[in-house]
């Protein structure tokens, strides 16, 4: 199945292009994804825990880089993993783009995913599926967000003490780590996929019964 999800960020499209390269930067951004192996430039070993309605998954697998852009500022990631519980398994083929947003300095990112899964995960279907991602992404555009405001607020060295302000290291303080609001994630992911399923079953009882299809 293919999802399609985009945001924008306020961040001139050489900077957010820059910061989005380097996995050691997104990875933080990503709600319950942890870095496990830095295997070269372009591969990569992590982990990531997930949500599906009442169902907590935790893949493990690997990370490549199969195609770079600079000039198009485009990227495709190839991601395979499996869930530690042998309940299920994804392959999934990730095209990120990053172009000029609509106000100046700013930047748009298109994130199209070719999602192939298996196993418990694949009961679940599209429309949570899609439902779960457009949360994530979500979670991750405000993340992005806030990491690169914090590298702007980051001094250089002085001029006379070759040290930074005090204050420099205020900013990441108050950035709580992916693991500290999984709970909390989990249950706003949750709340939001039964919403939508009811208001998905509600407009079923709504459709008059002649235009059920019929067989």
């Known amino acids: 199945m293919q999802l399609q999800n985009s945001f924008v960020v306020s961040s001139s499209v050489g900077e957010a292009w820059g910061f989005l390269l380097d996995v050691e930067n997104i990875v933080p951004c990503m709600p319950g994804a942890e870095l496990v192996e830095t295997i070269d430039d372009k591969n990569w070993r992590g982990r990531l825990k997930i949500k599906f309605g009442p169902v907590a998954m935790a893949f493990e697998g690997t ?28 392959t999934a083929d990730i095209r990120v783009t990053a172009e000029p947003g609509p106000q100046p300095d700013t930047t748009s990112v298109s994130v199209l995913t070719d999602l192939k899964v298996s196993g418990q995960i694949a009961q ?27 590298a702007r607020q980051v001094p250089e060295p002085g001029p006379e003490t070759g040290a930074p302000a005090s204050s420099a290291a205020a900013p990441a303080a108050s950035q709580p780590r992916p693991e500290d609001g999984e709970a909390v994630a989990g249950f706003r992911l949750l709340a939001g996929t039964l919403w939508r399923a009811l208001l998905r079953q509600f407009g079923k009882l709504r459709r008059p019964a002649g235009t059920h299809r019929a067989g």
């Open 63 to 90: 990370v490549e880089m199969v195609e770079r852009d600079d000039v198009g500022r485009r990227m495709t990631l190839r991601g395979a993993g499996k869930d530690q519980r042998g309940r299920g398994s994804a």
């Open 124 to 150: 679940f279907g599209r429309g949570m599926i899609q439902d779960v991602s457009e949360q994530m992404t979500k979670k991750f555009a405000a993340s992005l967000q806030a990491h690169l405001q914090q």
